[in-house]
């Protein structure tokens, strides 16, 4: 299943998007600490496969929590994208 | 075999009472507020009584929405992406995209042919895509829900809201007023304008016929205008009581554990 964590506003669309399927095959889930602001979680989904979610409290604050990963110029590969063996993350924005 | 579904809404809470048919025998909602624990208790009681039986005699009770949490007495918790996939998939097995508008947050789930969810995207910050935006809206031009309905489809001109944002809206709203633009235009406008940013979320998971639409705003014909426009479909479908397709999924996903 693939899962859009966060949300739209007048500045612009801001979603981590996750494919499951692959969370519920991958052993280590490196993104959880490869994120240096915790935004990720090991979760049953609704088929009680084990995966990453995105906690709940973070969700409507994407833009800022992750801005420090996202300089507007010479924008370093993302620690979450670069940690994932199965390119199961891709941001919006 | 009598089964409870309770989906606690930000705005409202429904509760219904299914057999072990699936059928409907008695439905209800009150406004949700401070402790949902005995609202939702006292709207169960309601619905035995009208059945003339106990609470003890419901088998099992499920329960979804944002509140689900603090429902001390249910069996089962499920989430809302969950209940809208299992009772719209119930209803209809040729849907593939279900886009649901609450009070609080609206969102889109897509479903492959087996009804499993594969694609969802929910959006819960910004109020101008939801159902409290229309509520707002209908206070500041003074009409009822039911008239935001109708007038919306009297109008036969666009003008764009630029407001994203449901604090500006309103003050867009009220100039549009003070200029003496016809009520049923700008009734329209707002129903574009929500059409607009809920065509926007379900663009995400790429749209595929059919499309479902349930929540409170599933009964505004003038919103669901604008969203076929907007994602130019010829058809949506809407179940009779869209406002209870939460409650009804977790009855039916209880009666199936
Ligand atoms: S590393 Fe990739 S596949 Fe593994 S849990 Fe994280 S997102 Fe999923
Ligand atoms: S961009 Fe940085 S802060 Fe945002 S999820 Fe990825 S690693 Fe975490």
Do not use: Q
């Given at each position: 299943m693939i899962v859009h964590y966060g949300y739209l506003d007048a500045s612009g669309e801001y979603f981590i998007t996750v494919d499951d399927s692959k969370c519920s095959v991958c052993i280590e889930k490196g993104c959880i600490k490869a994120c240096p602001k915790s935004i990720f979680m090991e979760s049953e989904n609704d088929y009680g496969e084990k995966v990453m979610m995105v906690k709940d409290e973070v969700r409507k604050m994407l833009k800022y929590i992750c801005a420090e990963c996202k300089?507007?110029?010479?924008?370093?590969?993302l620690p979450c994208v670069t940690a994932c063996p199965y390119d199961a993350i891709t941001h919006s924005w | 075999m009598y089964f409870a579904g309770l989906d606690v809404g930000a705005r409202y809470t429904k509760t219904l009472i299914i057999d072990g048919d699936a059928r409907v025998l008695s439905k209800k909602m009150s406004t949700s507020g401070f402790d949902n624990n005995i609202i939702s208790k006292n709207l169960l009681n309601n619905l035995c009584m009208e059945l003339g039986i106990t609470l003890e005699e419901i088998n099992k009770i499920g329960v979804t929405g944002c509140g689900k949490k603090n429902i001390d007495f249910a069996n089962y918790e499920f989430s809302e992406t969950m209940v809208a996939a299992k009772s719209v998939f119930f209803f209809n097995k040729n849907v593939r995209t279900i886009i649901e508008v609450g009070a609080e947050e609206s969102r889109v789930v897509k479903l492959n042919s087996d009804g499993r969810i594969i694609d969802s995207v929910i959006n819960e910050k910004c109020a101008a895509g939801t159902g409290t935006f229309v509520e707002l809206m209908a206070r500041t031009l003074e009409i009822t829900l039911k008239d935001f309905s109708e007038l919306s489809m009297k109008s036969e001109k666009k003008i764009p809201m630029n407001a994203h944002c449901i604090v500006f809206a309103e003050s867009e709203v009220v100039s549009l007023i003070h200029s003496g633009v016809d009520k049923k235009d700008i009734v329209r406008a707002v129903n574009d304008a929500i059409a607009s940013r809920i065509a926007s979320m379900a663009r995400r998971v790429k749209v595929e016929a059919e499309v479902a639409l349930i929540g409170g705003?599933?009964?505004?014909s003038g919103f669901v205008f604008s969203l076929k426009n907007n994602l130019e479909l010829d058809n949506i479908v809407i179940p009779d009581d869209p406002e209870y397709m939460g409650a009804f999924g977790a009855a039916l996903l209880t009666r199936e554990l």
């Open positions: 300089p507007s110029v010479n924008r370093p590969p | 705003l599933a009964k505004n």
